[in-house]
C-alpha cells in the first residue's frame, strides 16, 4: 500500500462523519505512549536489525490517522499503516537502537510536524538549534512539473554554526537540493532550496542538514510530493 492510498483511506475514516467542511485536525503523536524493542529476524543466515513500536491508546491523534515511521539513520523502506480508531497501533521497521525514528501523522493528506524519538528509548529527540522556518515538512505539490522550493534556516545557537553540504536520506531523482547555506551567524536566516522533478509522482523522502559545529548535531526536513490531481 502506498502512502497516498493510505491517505486516501485515512481521511475517509477521520472524515466519514463530516457534512460541511472543517478544519483538518492535526497530526498528533504523544510520545509517552510509544514504547520501542530493538530487536532481529533472526530465521537463516545474518539477523537484520529492526525495531518494534508499539503505541498505547491515545498514541496517535486523531483516530484512523496514517502513520508514516522511518529511521534517519539508513535508506530502509518507510512503515505506513492506517492507526486504529482508539489512537493505537504496531510497527516494524528497520533500524538499530543508536538510530532516530521519524514518525508523521498524516490526516486528510495533510503532512503534519514530525516527532523524533530515540529507537532504543522512545524518548524524544531534543530540536537541534538551527530551526527550519515555516516547519520541517516542505509540501511540493503534485508532481505534474518541475518545481522549486525553499525552506528558511534560522540560526538560533547564539553562536556561529557551519553546516554541513545537504543530502537525502533515500535520494534518487525525484528530489535535489539546489541551494544551501554553509554557514549561519547568529539570527541569521538563509534559504535551502529543494527541486523536485516533474514525474515525480507521490514519494517522500527527508532531507537531512548536518551542524559540524560549534556541536555536531542534525536537522532533518520532510519532503513530500504528490501524484498528479
Do not use: Y
Request: proline share 11%.
Amino acid at each position: 500500500m502506498t502512502w497516498r492510498i493510505a491517505a486516501v483511506i485515512a481521511s475517509l475514516l477521520v472524515g466519514a462523519c463530516v457534512v460541511s467542511p472543517t478544519p483538518v485536525p492535526p497530526g498528533v503523536i504523544d510520545p509517552e505512549r510509544v514504547t520501542t524493542v530493538p530487536n532481529a529476524i533472526c530465521e537463516h543466515g545474518p539477523c537484520p536489525p529492526v525495531i518494534d513500536l508499539v503505541g498505547q491508546a491515545g498514541a496517535v491523534s486523531p483516530g484512523g490517522a496514517l502513520l508514516w515511521i522511518a529511521s534517519l539513520d539508513d535508506d530502509s523502506e518507510p512503515f505506513t499503516a492506517i492507526v486504529r480508531e482508539d489512537g493505537s497501533f504496531s510497527a516494524r521497521v528497520s533500524g538499530q537502537g543508536s538510530d532516530v525514528l521519524r514518525l508523521h501523522a498524516v490526516v486528510q493528506d495533510t503532512w503534519n510536524e514530525p516527532t523524533d524519538i530515540e529507537a532504543s528509548t522512545a524518548r524524544p529527540v531534543a530540536l537541534p538549534c538551527v530551526a527550519a522556518v515555516p516547519g520541517r515538512v516542505l509540501d511540493l505539490g503534485p508532481a505534474d512539473e518541475t518545481l522549486v522550493r525553499r525552506v528558511e534556516l534560522r540560526n538560533d545557537c547564539g553562536v556561529d554554526v557551519a553546516l554541513g553540504p545537504p543530502r537525502l536520506r533515500v535520494g534518487g531523482t525525484v528530489f535535489a537540493p539546489t541551494e544551501a547555506p554553509m554557514a549561519l551567524l547568529p539570527a541569521e536566516t538563509a534559504p535551502v532550496a529543494v527541486e523536485r522533478a516533474a514525474a515525480a509522482g507521490e514519494n517522500v523522502d527527508v532531507l537531512l542538514i548536518d551542524i559540524t559545529s560549534p556541536e555536531p548535531d542534525r536537522l532533518a526536513i520532510t519532503l513530500v510530493s504528490r501524484a498528479p490531481p
